[in-house]
Each structure stands twice: as C-alpha cells, then as structure tokens.
C-alpha cells in the first residue's frame, strides 16, 4: 500500500502538462491586446510550475458560428479543438464588454457544446473530460464577475473540471479608465494573487485527473437513467 502511494506520488509531481490559452480579445494580429498582455503574465506562473504554454487568438482565425465541431467551409475550429485535446488545461480569456464576457468568448462557449455529442471516448465522455478549465477576464469597467461566472458554468457543463478559485481578473477603477498595460495592471496585487491561486489550484487538479482519470461511463449511466424513467 505504502509502495503504491509513493508510485503514484511521483508518479503525480513528475507529470509534464500544457496550458492551452483561448484568447477572445475582440482584435486581430499585431493590434495590441490588453487581453494578450494579461495572459502572458499568467504564462509566467505556469512556466515557473514547468507546465507548457500556448495561447491562440481566436480573432485570427476563421471560426464560424455554430454549435458542432465543424461547420465546413473553411471553418478553423476543428485545428483549435485539436489543440484542446493536446492541453491538461484551458484558460478562457475575455475583455469585457458591456458588462459581461465579449461576443468571442459566447462564440466559442458555443462551439464547445459539438464536444456533447460528437467524437466521444468509448465509454461516452466527452473529449474535454479529465480536462481542467479556468476563466481570466479584463476590462475597463464592472462585469468581471458576470463574465466569470458565465464562463465558469460553460466550462463544467462542457466536460471541464473546475478548480477551486479557477479565476482571475482586473477591472481597475470603476467607470472608463486605462486598461490592464496602461494601468499597469501587472502590479494589481488582487489580480496577481488571483492569478497564484488560479493556476496553482488548476495545476494540482491537473496532476490529480492524470493520474487518477474520471470513471465514469457516460453511455451505461444513460442506459440507468432511462430504465429508472420507464
């Protein structure tokens, strides 16, 4: 018992994990992105727990509306969910707009629900599941909370595990105002123990889903569920 408690211990802390960033800033490539900024100062704290990082800039590429994995012609999504399916972790990233996440980030919330009922494990669990997913959010102005907690609740409804904390933001003073650069949101004490708390946390559940993977048999408890409902 002792000798399988420390395998799977090391087995734990020796783990090499990815950090896949989705950002939804609502600019395009080189404009400069409060959004981009953000993240790349939490790139910093995953780098110093050794996980890999990636950010995409959603705005770049041509991802279509809709809500299934591929809606063809010429629809980028399908290369960006391939990117999913090679990160231990996601990270929503949204300016905020009107009090509330941007249209980006509702677009992509949207083509994550393809994962519900296509390109399911044999057991039915979706492709996101053992997967750990957090939320950042930035902006000028109040609704960083709002955006978050919208999010939040797409992440676990779209097969992620959410950690405790799984969030971080910077807003500065209420009403318009500088941005996260111009602010010099780097130095925002709040949002940068925010951010710890975030990724650590997301980090540690990461390990523990690798290591020890969701049981569940998504296709028999559909089968339950319907015999106890006759």
């Known amino acids: 018992m002792l000798i399988s408690l420390i395998h799977n211990y090391l087995k734990i802390t020796n783990m090499a994990l990815k950090a896949l960033f989705l950002n939804c800033t609502l600019k395009k490539s080189p404009e400069t992105s ?16 050794e996980v890999e990082t990636e950010s995409i800039r959603i705005a770049d590429h041509n991802v279509k509306f809709g809500v299934t994995s591929n809606e063809g012609n010429g629809d980028e999504w399908p290369k960006i ?12 990233a949204t300016p905020i707009w009107r009090g509330d996440r941007g249209s980006v980030a509702k677009m992509v ?20 599941y053992n997967k750990v997913g957090g939320v950042m959010v930035n902006g000028n102005e109040d609704g960083a909370k709002k955006a978050a907690s919208s999010l939040l609740y797409d992440l676990s409804e779209h097969g992620f595990t959410v950690p405790v904390n799984a969030l971080c933001y910077y807003v500065g003073e209420a009403g318009p105002g500088p941005s996260y650069i111009e602010a010099g949101g780097d130095k925002h004490e709040f949002t940068n123990n925010m951010m710890l708390l975030m ?26 569920a319907k015999k106890m409902s006759e």
Do not use: C, W
């Open 199 to 224: 990724i650590h946390n997301m980090v540690h559940v990461a390990k523990m889903l690798k290591a020890n993977p969701y049981p569940t048999n998504v296709k028999e408890l559909e089968k339950k």
């Open 34 to 49: 409060n959004t981009e900024a953000f993240i790349k100062q939490a790139e910093k704290v995953f780098k110093e727990l």
């Open 81 to 92: 969910l391939e990117r999913v399916k090679q990160a231990d972790m996601v990270i929503y």
């Open 109 to 128: 919330a949207e083509r994550f629900d393809g994962v519900m009922s296509e390109d399911t494990r044999e057991n039915g669990q979706y492709l996101t």
